[in-house]
C-alpha cells in the first residue's frame, strides 16, 4: 500500500537545488516506477514518465501533469579563514536562514550552522536589523586548512532539516515547494492505476522552476501535450498575510483563475471536484501566476493550461507547512479529472473549434 507520507518525507529531505535536481529525479523514478509505461528525461533535465492511455487508436491525445522538483538554497561565494560565505540561489530569504543547521556540499558532506556577529559586537543602530546575505557565514567547525581542502567556491548549501509532524494533519519542512506537488502527482498515478483513462498521461518533475520555469518551457517542448496542468503551491492564511489573497490550509487545492488559465479547464476541473466531493478553492491571480503554468501556456503555439494548488505557510523557509489531506486530495482530483477526459474533450475547447473553423475555409 502506497505510503504518502514516507513518500513525502523522502523528497522534502533530499538535497536537490535548482540546477542540481538529481537525487530527487532518481527518488521520482523509483517511485514512479511501475506506474507509468516509460520513461523520458529532456536535454534540461526533467524527469518525464508516460502512462498510456487505454483508447486504442493512435496518435493518442496527451494530457501532461507537471510540477517542479528544485528547491531554493545557497552557494559559496568566497572561504575566509574557515568560515563561508554565501550567494542566495533563487528566492532564500536570509531573515529565517540564522541559526539553521546546514549541509555543505564539498569534496564530502559537511553539516554546518549558518551564523552572524553577536549582538554584543553589534552597533546599537544595527541590532535591531537582520542581516545582509553579505554578513551571514556558514560554520563547518572545522580548521581553516581543512575547510579550504574541503571547501570550493560555488559549492552548494542546502537547509538540513527533517520533515516534523505536528499535530492536525500539519506537517513542517523544506521544500514542500513544490515536492509536495510531485508527491500529489505520485498519489494521482496510484489512483489511477486502478482506473482506464483513454488519454495518454505525462507526468513530469521539472527542473529549475525557481530558476526562471527553465524545466516547465523545455518539458513542454519535449512532450507537445494538448493539454497541460501545473501543480505549485500558493500562500495560506498567516499573520501578515492577507486573508484575501490565499487559500486555507486544509481547505483543499486551490484552482487558478485568470489569463494564465483556460476557463473551460478551470470549469471541467470544478466539475469533476463537486462530482467527487473533493474540497476546492478558487484563487483568482489577475497576472502572471510565477509558476509552470505561466511557462507552459505559451510554449510552441500555445497550450491550454490550468494551474492546481497545495495551500502553504511559511514559503521559502526551512518550516514550510502543508496538510496531509490537501496533497491527497490534490492526486485524487487529477486521477478522477484525467479518467474523465474522452476522445471529444478537445473540440469542447474554443480555441481548437476555431483553428478547425479556419482550415476549412
Known sequence: MFDLKAHLKSLVEAHAPSGHEGPVRDLVREAWTGLVDSFEQDGLGSLIGIKRGTQSAEPRRKIMVAAHMDEIGLMVRDVVDGFLYVHRISGVDNRVMLAQPVLVHGRKPLPGVVAA???????????????????????????????????????????????????????????FDDRACVAALT??????????????????????????????RTATYHVQPDIAIALDVTFAPQPGVDADETCEIGGGPGLGIGPNFHPKLVE????????????????????????????????????????????????HSPVEMVDLRDIERLGRLLAHFIAALDVEFMSSLQWDEARREEKAL
Not at 563547518?140 to 581543512?146: F, I, K, Q, S, T
Not at 574541503?150 to 537547509?159: A, E, F, H, N, S
Request: aromatic share 4%; net charge negative.
Open 268 to 315: 471541467r476541473i470544478r466539475e469533476t471536484a463537486r462530482r467527487h466531493e473533493i474540497k476546492l478553492q478558487d484563487d483568482v491571480i489577475p497576472g502572471a501566476s510565477g509558476t509552470d503554468a505561466w511557462a507552459i501556456q505559451i510554449a510552441r503555439d500555445g497550450v491550454p493550461t490550468a494551474l492546481l494548488e497545495i495551500p502553504l505557510r511559511s514559503m
Open 187 to 216: 498519489e494521482c498515478l496510484h489512483t489511477l492505476s486502478g482506473m482506464y483513462h483513454q488519454w495518454d498521461v505525462v507526468a513530469v518533475a521539472t527542473v529549475q522552476e525557481e530558476n526562471g520555469l527553465n524545466g516547465a
Open 117 to 175: 556577529t553577536p549582538p554584543h559586537l553589534l552597533k546599537p543602530e544595527d541590532r535591531t536589523k537582520y542581516p545582509a546575505f553579505d554578513e551571514l557565514i556558514v560554520d563547518v567547525g572545522l580548521p581553516a586548512e581543512e575547510v579550504a581542502a574541503l571547501v570550493r567556491i560555488g559549492d552548494l548549501i542546502t537547509p538540513d532539516v527533517p520533515m516534523v509532524e505536528l499535530l492536525n494533519g500539519r506537517l513542517a519542512a523544506k521544500a
